[in-house]
């Protein structure tokens, strides 16, 4: 179907206005964000021909440049502005879970270490940390790399702890297989982490593992 045959109600920009952005397709919310089409495709048919390509809108949003900028119809300034949406996302989910109590909303949590640490091509180990109401202080990816006991130093994290006058972490890596399931190492570096955090008074409230579409938190195990 041409776009112009399209009933002006049912076009993505009007059905967003008319219902939200929640009744869209993946298809429609990226017609609305690419704009314009390509010879030969109006902007709806270039959209489903991605989303079939690419499996899904995360795909999308994980490609490189080049990778992105392969695709006919994509260019730089779509990149430019695919990546500043990425941004702006991570950034409100940031604030969000800044302004509040990390322990009240665990799923704000989830959500916002699984945008941040999910397809990164390598293991980084993040920490929150939080002020004696469980409030982020701030957060920052302190080790990278290959996870285990001779790459996470519980030296540097009780320092940085100490620098930001923290009464407690939440510690959170990804596992790129993309299986979240905590290995015998995960458990090993968390203990040590407790053990030696223990000694300055200073609490660790949980450790999530972020996989591909599942986070596994460490204190609904029962292991912290």
């Known amino acids: ?62 490609m490189s440049q080049k990778e992105f900028c392969h695709y006919k119809g994509l260019g730089e300034a779509k ?7 990425v941004e702006m996302t991570q950034r409100y989910l940031a604030e969000t879970l800044h302004r509040g109590d990390a322990l009240t909303s665990p799923q704000q949590t989830k959500l916002y270490l699984s945008s941040l640490l999910r397809d990164r091509p390598r293991e980084a180990f993040y920490v929150l940390f939080l002020d004696n109401q469980h ?23 009780v320092k940085r702890a ?6 407690a972490l939440i510690l959170a890596h990804n596992h790129p297989s993309g299986v979240a399931e905590p290995s015998q190492c995960d458990r090993r570096i968390t203990r040590r982490l ?7 008074d200073i609490r660790i409230l949980d450790h999530f593992v972020v996989g591909d579409g599942e986070v596994v938190s460490f204190a609904e195990r029962g292991w912290i």
């Open 79 to 85: 990149y430019v502005q695919l990546q500043a949406i």
């Open 135 to 157: 409030r982020v202080i701030v957060s920052e990816v302190m080790f990278e790399g290959t996870i285990d006991s001779a790459s996470v130093y519980p030296r540097e994290v």
């Open 1 to 62: 179907m041409a776009i112009k045959t399209i009933p002006t109600q049912s076009m993505p920009r009007e059905k967003l206005l008319n219902q939200g952005a929640s009744s869209l397709t993946d298809a429609e919310l990226l017609a609305i964000f690419l704009r314009t089409g390509t010879q030969g495709m109006n902007v709806l048919e270039l959209s489903d021909y991605l989303l079939r390509e690419l499996g899904s809108l995360r795909k999308l949003f994980a």
């Open 194 to 200: 407790v053990d030696a955090l223990a000694l300055v």
């Open 162 to 167: 100490l620098e930001h006058n923290s009464a």
